[in-house]
């Protein structure tokens, strides 16, 4: 029998190691799996590598992972969100290292580690600081920088839907990169408000196939992070 | 310097902005003054907005107070779907940039260059955050980019200029801006003036320009 449900957050989080990649899905608030970053700052997991677009608001979620000094390194392309106050002062003090990656070339980065695609070439970034120290070459006259897949240890997402097969549909624009980093994913782990039972997702709807994700938490009123915020709210 | 003229507000060049694009036109809205024009879509005409995280079809923002925190766009601001609309992960959406399918992006800018450079991302100095966004594929991959800005930064200086001095975005990319004074196209030739802002005259927008500014092209004869 598959049944990829997990009983808690907690249990979803348990394998990261220190030094682990974890990748966590979300552009700014939405799609970020609060739940499941509250507990991996429970756990304790340290010198972490984190993929994700921004680098959270406030003082909950990804934010609070960062201030926990938990992120040795975060791979993103805007750290600079309204609300990101915790990241410029660990930034400038040294304390979590920045590599910047333009939004396109990061989606394309976790697309290609997830096909098993080890490298790629693409337009964007040529002549900019970016692109500098990178492989160029030149295709029917057009320059391209040479870019690498991504892979992650570990990869948490927020689904709207899914069954204990894995299979998992998203709610509006909260969709973004999950599906994606579901491929790339060593271990995927989706958190989603509703499971159903197999068949009660139309297969032709299902955004993530099963195959791409290895656990499903159930959390049935999941946090919004601008709700949280605003309430002054911090964690743990 | 020529005492202040008023020229477009911010709401007022988004809506400039919209009535130059062409019906069935899929275009790309960036951060700042761009999301201002999904309010504006020209009587006659049917336009599809696409937000790079992940929705085309965008409208404009709700009610106040209304939206929903999983609908947003790429400021992170609540907006709308309209009828038509479609949700995408982040490798299509960059497919429609990147590979050509959009047909317009509208986008803010720290400084555009008459060789149509831009720099938008980095301000450069060691305590700076850079942030790129999605702002290098876009102007790799759209087929035309649009600028929206002040004329000037806060502290007065020109954002058009003869060359970038901070960190590019793209070289060469940049179609036409759209400022609070003028509209100004990027030529082989360099800038030249397109249309003044109502109560803006020409010296007033070369004094705040930093590179050559050609005149307004005169309407040719018609043979």
């Known amino acids: 029998m598959i049944d990829k449900r997990i009983a808690s957050c907690a249990e979803a989080v348990a394998d990261v190691f220190d030094g682990a990649t974890v990748m966590i899905g979300g552009f700014g608030e939405a799609g970020s799996p609060i739940e499941l970053i509250h507990a991996l700052i429970d756990q304790g997991a340290r010198d972490l590598t984190v993929v994700n677009n921004n680098t959270g608001s406030g003082e909950v979620g990804l934010a609070a992972l960062i201030k926990a000094e938990r992120v040795a390194r975060m791979i993103c392309s805007y750290p600079r969100t309204t609300n990101s106050t915790v990241f410029p002062v660990l930034y400038r003090a040294g304390k979590t290292q920045l590599e910047l990656v333009p939004q396109g070339t990061l989606a394309e980065r976790i697309r290609a580690g997830g096909a098993g695609i080890p490298a790629f070439y693409t337009p964007t970034s040529v002549g900019t600081p970016l692109a500098e120290g990178k492989e160029h070459r030149t295709f029917d006259g057009r320059e391209y920088v040479l870019e690498h897949g991504l892979t992650a240890d570990f990869a948490f997402i927020k689904g709207r839907v899914a069954d204990r097969y894995g299979n998992v549909v998203y709610n509006k624009t909260a969709r973004n990169f999950a599906p994606i980093m579901a491929t790339a994913g060593k271990r995927t782990v989706v958190q989603v408000a509703e499971i159903v039972e197999p068949g009660g997702l139309d297969p032709e709807a299902v955004v993530t196939p099963g195959i791409f994700v290895q656990g499903v938490v159930h959390v049935p009123h999941p946090a919004h992070e601008s709700e949280l915020v605003a309430r002054g709210e911090s964690y743990p | ?223």
């Open chain 2, 1 to 223: 310097m020529s005492t202040e003229a008023t020229g477009w507000s911010r709401e007022e060049m988004a809506r400039r902005v919209a009535l130059d694009i062409p019906d069935g036109s899929y275009v790309n809205l960036g951060i700042g003054i761009p999301e201002l024009v999904a309010r504006y879509v020209p009587e006659g005409r049917e336009l599809v907005y696409h937000t790079e995280n992940g929705l085309l079809g965008m409208g404009p923002s709700p009610e106040e107070g209304g939206g929903e925190p999983e609908l947003i766009n790429a400021g992170k601001k609540r907006v709308t779907a309209l009828p038509g609309a479609a949700y995408f992960h982040h490798a299509d959406s960059f497919t429609m940039i990147r590979g050509g399918h959009l047909d317009l992006c509208v986008l803010g800018a720290l400084q555009v260059a008459g060789n149509g450079d831009l720099a938008n991302w980095s301000v450069g100095g060691p305590d700076a955050i850079p942030a790129v966004g999605g702002a290098m594929d876009l102007v790799a991959g759209v087929k035309a980019i649009y600028v929206v800005t002040q004329h000037v930064t806060k502290n007065g200086d020109p954002k058009l200029v003869e060359a970038c001095t901070f960190p590019l975005t793209g070289r060469g990319i940049v179609d036409r801006v759209y400022t609070d004074l003028a509209v100004v196209d990027v030529t082989a030739e360099g800038f030249r003036l397109v249309e003044l802002a109502p109560g803006v005259d020409e010296a007033y927008v070369r004094e705040r320009t930093g590179a050559p500014l050609l005149p307004i092209r005169e309407p040719q004869p018609q043979p």
